[in-house]
């Protein structure tokens, strides 16, 4: 799986949409057009592109943490709270977490699970100074007691940072590592996946830019996604499934700098594609329909 936050189907916008604005390879080569709100279901060579509904019931702007617990933990988080909340899970959802995560079902079953993002220095001293303003994917890792990779796991090429390059850890953090081609990261992504049953990478500068961070990396942000991502489905192996998801609407609408009501983005490619993209409406279906194939 790979989670990129805060992604939706937005309008055909050649100003505000930057699928539109710098085109998308991905979705006009694999699926013909780059998706829209006007044409929101396309269908590529054993690939399916989708929506999925964020709001879930629940009126008002979809957020991360309520978002990213629903697709994880296959519940309706904000209907659970009355309410969307982020961008952290909200205190009465740890518990939930805790016990429903993807890592944990798998991990039940005795099967093999792994999150492929690395994480700086930096982040493991704010972890160890007792605070605990996490994403569901690290909070997950850690109530699970899973390791999280570090930069010596980047040196080794046994993991990713989440900006799939490297190219912020070195040049805003001065990390002495190579910026690699998104090519070479999809290489690594599907080499780790093939050695587990679930494999999760998580994408999160998608949502900054969608919130008006960074925009001086916009163009370059879009072209290596797009470049990551058409190298991963093109290379998938017979074998393999596929999930891209999104937990809310931001970056294709940059008009605003805060999310949209627009459906997440979802597409499934590879072995059991097509009923994935039947059985995944919400996104409390992600991790039902996931688990489903293992049943």
Known sequence: MIFIDGVGIGNKDYEFNPFFKFGFKTFSEIFGEIPHLEN??????????????????VPDIPLSGTGQTSIFCGVNA???????????PYSTLVPVIKEKNIFKEFLRKKKKVSFVNAYPKVFFDY??????????????????GMRLNKISDL??????SAEIDNRRLVERMNYKLKIIKPETAAKRLLRIGSKNHFTLFEIF???????????????YTTKVLDNFLYAVITNLTKDMTLVICSDHGNFENLSIKMHTLNPSLCITAGKNAEFLSKRIKSLYDIKPAIMEMYE
């Open 155 to 160: 040196h080794r090429g046994q993991a990713l």
């Open 205 to 219: 500068h998608t949502d900054h830019l969608g919130h008006g961070r960074n925009s001086d990396w916009l163009e």
């Open 78 to 88: 904000p209907q659970m709270i009355g309410k969307h909340f982020g961008p952290y």
């Open 127 to 144: 972890v160890n100074s007792g605070r605990r303003r996490l994403s569901v994917t690290t909070l997950s890792c850690l109530l699970n």
């Open 40 to 57: 929101q279901k396309l269908t590529g060579k054993n690939a399916f592109l989708f929506p999925v509904d964020a709001c879930m019931g």
